[in-house]
């Protein structure tokens, strides 16, 4: 069974970093895009930070300069590299992969919690 897990959610100040990584396992024959989202309390879940197969790189307007995103293809893993954090980058953060299994389809990691104080 194919399955993402987060880490590397936490509580830091204000200008802080943290590390977070997707990990994927399970019988995958490949991964295809994956991406970052996040929630905070009372929003809307919204897109962080991506990557294509090949390296191809997007990020939110919101993130860009701080967040790195890099993948990892032999470990099956994803990092999100998030510097000079703001207490407006708290919430839920989550990894959603495109792979295929035995079949294609779309996963999404349990989450981790990345909360910002002022």
């Known amino acids: 069974q194919v399955q993402l897990a987060e880490s590397g959610g936490g509580l830091v100040q204000s200008g802080g970093s943290l590390q977070l990584s997707c990990a994927a396992s399970?019988?995958?024959?490949?991964?295809?895009?994956i991406r970052w989202y996040r929630q905070a309390p009372g929003k809307e879940r919204e897109l962080v930070a991506g990557?294509?197969?090949?390296?191809?790189?997007n990020y939110a307007d919101s993130v860009k300069g701080r967040f790195t995103n890099s993948r990892d293809n032999a470990k099956n893993t994803v990092y999100l590299q998030m510097n000079s954090l703001k207490p407006e980058d708290t919430g839920v953060y989550y990894c959603n992969a495109e792979i295929t299994a035995s079949y294609s389809s779309s996963y999404w990691g349990q989450g981790t919690q990345v909360t910002v104080a002022a």
């Open positions: 399970g019988p995958i024959i490949s991964i295809n895009a």
């Open positions: 990557v294509t197969s090949s390296g191809s790189l």
